[in-house]
């Protein structure tokens, strides 16, 4: 009977042990910082090729150069081609709450308030709000775990993120695949500011690579569900957490 | 001229030789555009054309990290209508004081040209930044009007078309944050005569503030007064100190401006100009903007508008005729690649107003399509009147 008992308690004591050592199973919240860290490094420079693929299918190609920091809190965009924008620059602060606009052909600064962050990035699908961004999935939204699935035979996390009430983003909400091995976001989608249930925009991230030691999309596709377009961006060059002053993220720095 | 235009040649040419022969030629950039543009008028119950050709040659070399060296030279070619007599387009009460033998003298001609608009080194330091050379100059937050900008006169229809360069050193000096100070200095034939600005940028929360003391000489014209020495009319130039400032910035999610200048004149009496502006973008993507524009220096009431006024505004003198003006700018992306908008410049002081319909398309990567209508709406005499007739202007451009 002894015996017995010291069996039960063993293999309570088991169970219990085992129970205790697996991981707890992540949350939403837990899984958006993991994501949060992934996509907004310290620092970071790219040199992007982005194809706008108009609703008559003409396409219209633009090579720029962006930096960020501090977690993508600071970003600046430097057009190199095509001719037409050449020398154009936008200087982003405070995760796009602040931009302001260089023009090489007039020299002039143009600050825009924060409505124009909704606006079409040289007439892509990415507005301001998208590409400078930094942590708005975690400051802006709530984030809940749903079923995890399958997206391009990579197993994956489902999160949607919903946006919080004193928040200023044109999504209502976002449901965003997060690759279980990188937490590198694969899909998200963006739906309507004031209807949640339309979907807007989409966009699919492909050609996953690591650079310096991060998983990094090289290729990007977002498409506008409503105005059927579609917009391609490519990383020419990638590289993170290199050194970058502060002073490059002022209007001084704009104009060169 | 000639002569002058081989000159110009010659130095771009030995230029281009002297970077090139760097053997640096991966460091040295030529771009540019070609833009043939078509303005025509319809005044007097006649249609007038203008053509242009413009062909814009940037160049840019970075001789380091640190030094810039940045040129462009313009050439352009009128064709058509190249004689344009003011008079034309004035009220006849006004036509009728002047007399048959001086009306000549009331001709802008376009002859062609070729010149250096802008030649400028620029040198990069941490503490400073220092331009020297012909170089652009942007003062002002208004988007048609900048009462602080004595260098430029924007056109109401096109404010966005690149400046001239002016010739001047420029000092840029970082003063921590968001904080910059710049000096100026616009050299002429003398120290009393050359143009200095001294500029005070910061910034706070949602918005930029400017401060600017300027001083130049500024050159006033009588145009009833012919001046057989100068064999122009009569020049009153005189000081102009003027003390502004401006801001930028968001409230209640608008996106708002102003700008004001006060103006102490040694010639004529003082005055003020003021801009105060507003815009929006709608989810929809449609832009509005509104500029509300004072100028003392314009008259309340239209049966005041004189000979003098009317010049110096075509010469770009002085900024308005009628003391205040409301600009309202409508746009919306019709497709990915067509723009279609409407501008309204209205003068609050007489009523009447132009009206243009603005369509902008990008045919390719690297060429566009510019166009707008424009109507006078408005009796005689009056600032936007129909003695202004109407027009338009289509414009391509060509970049490489």
Known sequence: MRIRWNICVFVVFLVTSVMWGQDAPLTGNDIIHRVNDVFNQQTAYSKSRMTIVTTSGNTRTFVYESWSKDKGEKNLVRYLEPGRVKGQAILMLNHADDIWMFNARTQRVRKLASHAKKNKMEGSDFSYEDMGSGDAFIEDYTAERLEDGEVAGRDCYTLELTRKAEADTSYARLVIRVIKDNFLPIAIDYYDEKDPERLRKQLLQSDIREADGVPTAFTMVMTDRGDNTRTEMEFLEVRYNLPLEDGMFTERALKK | ?400
């Open chain 2, 1 to 400: 001229m000639k002569r002058s235009i081989g000159r110009i040649c010659l130095a771009a040419f030995c230029l281009l030789a002297m970077c090139l022969s760097a053997g640096a030629q991966e460091k040295l950039e030529i771009f540019g555009y070609y833009e043939p543009q078509y303005v025509g008028t319809y005044v007097n119950e006649s249609y007038y054309q203008l053509f242009t050709n413009k062909l814009r040659v940037d160049l840019r070399y970075a001789l380091s990290e640190r030094i810039t060296f940045a040129a462009n030279f313009d050439f352009i070619t009128y064709h058509g209508k190249r004689q344009w007599n003011v008079l034309d387009f004035l009220s006849s009460d006004l036509t009728e004081q002047v007399p048959e033998p001086v009306r000549p003298l009331y001709v802008i001609a376009f002859e062609n040209e070729i010149f250096l608009d802008n030649a400028f080194l620029k040198l990069s330091f941490p503490a400073l930044d220092l331009t020297a050379g012909k170089q652009q100059i942007s003062l002002g937050t208004g988007y048609v009007w900048n009462p602080t900008d004595v260098f430029n006169t924007k056109d109401v229809l096109d404010p966005t078309y690149e400046q001239p360069g002016h010739n001047a050193v420029r000092l840029d000096v970082p003063a921590g944050g968001r904080s910059t100070v710049a000096a100026l200095y616009a050299p002429e034939a003398s120290w009393s005569e050359s143009g200095k600005l001294f500029e005070l940028k910061t910034g706070a929360g949602r918005f930029d503030f400017m401060l600017d003391l300027i001083e130049v000489l500024w050159v006033f014209h009588d145009y009833t007064r012919f001046d057989p020495g100068a064999q122009d009319f009569t020049a009153l130039p005189g000081k102009r100190r003027l003390v502004g400032g401006s801001v930028v910035g968001e409230l209640l999610g608008l996106g708002v401006w102003a700008e004001f200048a006060y103006n102490w004149m040694e010639q004529i009496e003082d005055y003020y100009e003021l801009v105060m502006g507003g815009d929006y973008t709608f989810d929809s993507q449609t832009y509005v903007m509104t500029e509300y524009y004072r100028n003392t220096l314009g008259k309340s009431d239209h049966r005041d508008y004189d000979l003098n006024d009317w010049m110096r505004f075509f010469a770009a003198e002085q900024k308005a005729v009628s003391r205040d003006q409301l600009y309202v700018f409508l746009q919306h992306p019709a497709t990915d690649l067509l723009h279609l908008g409407v501008q309204n410049v209205l003068s609050l002081s007489d009523g009447s107003m132009a009206l243009a319909p603005t369509a902008s398309y990008s045919l390719s990567d690297n060429v566009e399509l510019f166009a707008y209508l424009s109507f006078s709406i408005g009796s005689e005499g009056k600032a936007y009147g129909a003695s202004n007739g109407h027009g338009g202007l289509l414009r391509l451009r060509v970049y490489f």
